[in-house]
């Protein structure tokens, strides 16, 4: 059974920085395609960030060049670094191994003064 629980989530001023975790268990990280996603209020979930089991990158045009995926395999777990942040940023942030039904509860990212 795979289990997901994000964490790091907050109030972050325009311009801040934040970092989000993703404990796993069930899979490893490490062989699977990892994801992050979001969902901003009154919107649809979306895909923001990929990370595949050879560490290739992908990024929403939304965050390229202002978040960042990773992953710790000896932790087995996912992170999203989140630089430059913006108001259109908040919302509640998921992380999810693709290709399965698991989510995590989320957590919730507000950016604002």
């Known amino acids: 059974q795979v289990q997901l629980v994000e964490s790091g989530g907050g109030l972050v001023q325009p311009g801040g920085s934040l970092k989000l975790s993703c404990t796993v268990s069930g899979i490893s990280v490490a062989f699977n395609r990892m994801q992050w996603y979001r969902q901003a209020p009154g919107k649809e979930r979306e895909r923001i960030a990929t990370i595949i089991d050879n560490g290739y990158t992908h990024y929403e045009d939304a965050v390229k060049g202002r978040f960042t995926i990773s992953r710790d395999d000896t932790k087995n777990a996912v992170f999203l670094q989140m630089t430059s942040v913006k108001t259109e940023d908040t919302g509640v942030y998921y992380c999810?191994?693709?290709?399965?039904?698991?989510w995590g509860p989320g957590t919730q990212v507000t950016v604002s003064t």
């Open positions: 999810h191994v693709h290709d399965t039904k698991s």
